[in-house]
Nanobody
Framework: QVQLVESGGGLRPAGGSMRLSCAAS???????MGWYRQAPGKQRELVAT???????NYADSVKGRFTIFRASVMNTVYLQMNSLKPEDTAVYYC?????????WGQGTQVTVSS
């Protein structure tokens, strides 16, 4: 059983920056982790993922603005969000895939004011 603990989130003005972090426990291996987001009235969507081998994947809407990277501590990832836009406002969920199962964090609110 993998458990995810998220931190970060809050309110920023447009153009600002924010960093989210997610720590996964319960896996002996380096696992694929990522971030998804869900805005009010919209479906949950991929933001970025990173494999244990450091291969990152981004949604087109965040390419060049967001960076996902792994910490030196195994199974801890960060999402650095720069040049924030009001349309980035959403609840951000950490996700992890381990042995064919998918796990979710509790979600953290990110609000970008115009």
């Amino acid at each position: 059983q993998v458990q995810l603990v998220e931190s970060g989130g809050g309110l920023r003005p447009a153009g600002g920056s924010m960093r989210l972090s997610c720590a996964a426990s319960g896996s002996r291996f380096s696992i694929t982790m990522g971030w998804y987001r869900q805005a009010p009235g919209k479906q949950r969507e991929l933001v970025a993922t990173i494999t244990g081998g450091q291969i990152a994947n981004y949604a087109d809407s965040v390419k060049g603005r967001f960076t996902i990277f792994r910490a030196s501590v195994m199974n801890t990832v960060y999402l650095q969000m720069n040049s924030l836009k009001p349309e980035d406002t959403a609840v951000y969920y950490c996700n992890a895939e381990a042995m064919g199962y998918y796990y979710w964090g509790q979600g953290t609110q990110v609000t970008v004011s115009s």
